[in-house]
């Protein structure tokens, strides 16, 4: 698919995937990335290979603001790339430049769950620090975040959707449809 095929509202260079924890950022994005011929990136999968630590490791042995802080330094070298799905972490557009910098680079498309849908899929996995602990903080945490994510230029609303559905959706609204052989990919 060529940069020309696009129908858009902003310059699409990029398209940045945000959202809570088990809202489907990654599986989402890489099969999205493989449908336009675009490279993916995963946050978190990034700064693991470059850390050469998992982030359950990075939040356990130095903190989450030594994580954040990797995840800044990311932002930064990312926002120079173009033709690239990137699935951000759950809490790396919190920091407002991190926001501002990926806005300018791409369609911002907000991956929506609710938390009771969140904790079907991924409550029984132990590798996010933050999804660990009790329910209020986290549900706590959860509400404070919508208003960043609402921000989007794309929200989706995930719940009764599976990852193709999610993946057809973007290109649709962003391209202004798919073309049969497209949605047979
Ligand atoms: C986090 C989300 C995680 C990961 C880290 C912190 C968050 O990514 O970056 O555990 O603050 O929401 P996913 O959203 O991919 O689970």
Excluded at 31 to 52: H, N, Q
């Amino acid at each position: 698919m060529s940069m020309s095929e696009f129908k858009l509202r902003k310059e699409n260079k990029n398209i940045i995937l945000v959202g809570f924890m088990g809202t489907g950022k990654s599986s989402v994005g890489k099969r999205l990335a493989k449908i336009l011929g675009w490279s993916f990136i995963d946050t978190d999968v990034e700064i693991e290979r470059l850390t050469g630590l998992s982030v359950t490791e990075i939040f356990r042995r130095h903190g989450e603001t030594r994580f954040r802080s990797e995840e800044r330094l990311l932002v930064r070298r990312l926002k120079e790339r173009v033709n690239c799905v990137i699935a951000t972490g759950g809490g790396t557009v919190l920091n407002p430049l991190n926001w501002e910098e990926l806005a300018q680079s791409g369609v911002m498309v907000t991956l929506y769950a609710p938390l009771d849908v969140i904790y079907e899929r991924i409550g029984y996995r132990n590798d996010r620090p933050l999804l660990r602990g009790d329910r209020e903080e986290i549900e706590e945490r959860w509400e404070k975040r919508q208003p960043i994510y609402r921000q989007a230029d794309l929200i989706i609303d995930t719940t009764d959707m599976g990852i193709d559905e999610v993946v057809q959706e973007i290109i649709c609204e962003i391209k202004g449809g798919v073309s049969d052989e497209r949605a047979e990919n």
